[in-house]
């Protein structure tokens, strides 16, 4: 979760929900030479609520299933970015594209898409209520 880059760059903040307080000691090497948050509140809203006065323009989630569609049911994500690969998901794979759990349903309109090799790039905005 840092640029890999050949030149001097802002590498991003990392933000991290855990039960655990210090995650440092577990010896990952996810954590070396990173300045890490860690967030051990449970409440979604009144963790992104928490970043509200802050200078950040965005905020990136990397999650699994469970936690992204925390975030999607709690209305906290204006905009997806998904890789779609052409390989197979797997028994526990979730499909974001079947008719009983499309991204469509939770508001959000198909932008952009296009080819990398042979994946896919989709970018979802939710659509804004006026």
């Known amino acids: 979760m840092n640029a890999r880059v050949n030149f001097e760059v802002n590498q ?40 509200q006065d802050l200078e950040y323009c965005s905020i990136l989630i990397e999650a699994g299933p469970k936690l992204v569609n925390a975030f999607l049911l709690n209305d906290l994500i204006d905009e997806l970015i998904i890789y779609q690969s052409q390989d197979l998901l797997g028994l526990n794979g979730v499909d974001w594209f079947k008719k009983d759990n499309a991204i469509e349903n939770l508001g959000f309109k198909l932008e952009s898409s296009y080819k990398i090799k042979t994946d896919t790039k989709y970018i979802y905005k939710k659509n804004v209520k006026r």
């Open 12 to 51: 991003p903040k990392k933000i991290l929900l855990s039960n655990k307080h210090d995650l440092k000691e577990t010896g990952n090497n996810f954590f070396r030479d990173a300045e890490v948050q860690v967030i051990t509140e449970i409440n979604l809203k009144k963790i992104i609520s928490s970043f």
